[in-house]
Nanobody, 120 residues
Framework: QVQLVESGGGLVQPGGSLRLSCVAS????????MGWYRQAPGKQRDLVAE???????NYADSVKGRFTISRDNAKNALYLQMNSLKPEDTAVYYC??????????????WGQGTQVTVSL
């Protein structure tokens, strides 16, 4: 089994910064794609940023130039640096990883979510 644990959420003022982290543990052989998603109250879960195993990244238009996704393969970790935060960035943020387990099964795993609130 594989577990993803997120951290780094919180309350921040508009214009501020936060760094989210997500660490995977368990029966991991390799990790392919990784991504961050967010879900605001009453809305669907949307992609924020994703990062392939080759290093190519993709961002939602609303966060381009403000957010940066990165990974540390040695630590099975995924990060999201969020700068110039806006109230509309308020949401629960989820990390997701496509993991190949030691018995070669490939599945998508999700973290438990971390709340980000941008407000005065």
């Amino acid at each position: 089994q594989v577990q993803l644990v997120e951290s780094g959420g919180g309350l921040v003022q508009p214009g501020g910064s936060l760094r989210l982290s997500c660490v995977a543990s368990g029966s991991i052989r390799s990790i392919d794609a990784m991504g961050w998603y967010r879900q605001a109250p009453g809305k669907q879960r949307d992609l924020v940023a994703e990062l392939s195993s080759s290093g190519s990244s993709n961002y939602a238009d609303s966060v381009k130039g403000r957010f940066t996704i990165s990974r540390d393969n040695a630590k099975n970790a995924l990060y999201l640096q969020m700068n110039s935060l806006k109230p509309e960035d308020t949401a629960v943020y989820y990390c997701s990883m496509r993991v190949r387990t030691r018995n070669y099964f490939v599945s998508d795993y999700w973290g438990q979510g971390t709340q980000v609130t941008v407000s005065l």
